[in-house]
């Protein structure tokens, strides 16, 4: 297997966190997206929509979505478990990494990828050219502040986003933090005492150390 | 058991059309989402984020993730799968459907949620008000048009999205298309052939029959 990755970018780091958690290791293939190298034809063999990660499995064939790769290692590699260890906790797990997807990570990918003067045409990931609309980084700067406020809340009396044990959901959510803090240098606040604390902690997991 | 739904809601429907497909009957309350129902403190002690659908589960807890409840129900009912029927399989459905979600369905709802009269201040589902961006309307309606000429491309070769058997992707891509015709009056184009050959085949399917 190869992991085609590019160090620093978000969704590649949600599958290193995780894949660095599990003690898994797996060739990698650096793709610079600064110079395009998603969007040559060599790439496009691997994912006809230009993103990273994409894992490359024995026999040639790709996963390209963080969601997908996970949950195939996952089967690969069922020790520690970050997807949950049974039906209901599989779903809660899988509720709460889609609610940080959609209201975190997105928030800050458009937020970023909207405003950054390097992505003039390419607003959202993929194949295709996407202009940027500066109302929407603004707003999305916005989103992500509820999100901060909603997670915050959310850790009032669970340990970890999905619940009592650490998985992809808490992955997620600090993959989408840093992010934030680098890429639209929005930070958590003072007042998110239970996400500060909930952040101290995941410094202890082997994902985050 | 029981979900709460909201008929003519796509994500709703993305439930609803899984449960057809596979025969389970699950008691339904119907929530008013015109009427605000979703905003009143009974229906956020089911779900602090005012989404639908939600599936209260016997011990009363709720799931409220469409991704979660399919999730969830595929363990309870493993007959007729539409989740893939081993690890490499499971993991291409889940590739294929996040694509679907990604580019299709979130293209299609912010295309409408950005212009409707109605949702003035709910151009995002949740809790929170989110204005909306007209230019951000439009540059979906784009988007949507580019993930159609995608699928249709996907389907060159690919008898259902995410490869020879009807999964919880098409499901997803055929309520999104649904959605986008009556929301946002864009269809298929008469050179979508592939993609029109595909639409008549899930005509056939218990899902949408």
Redesign the interface.
Known sequence: MKLYTCTGAPSPERVTAYLRHKGIAIDTVEVDLRAGAHFSDDFRRLNP?CTVPVLQ?EDGSC???T???R??LE??YPEIPLLGTD??Q???V??WQ??VEF?GLYAVMNAYRNAAPGLADR??P?A?K??Q?S??AE?ECQ?YQ?FLD?LNQRLDGAEYVAGDDFSVADIDARVSIDFATRAIKIQPAAEHTRLQRWYKRLGQQRAFS
Chains 1, 2 share one sequence.
């Open positions: 929509y499995l996963l390209w979505m969601g997908a790769i949950m195939y089967a690969l039906d209901r599989r779903a809660e899988a509720m889609n609610w209201n607003a959202l993929g295709h996407t202009v609309i109302a929407l707003r989103r509820c909603d």
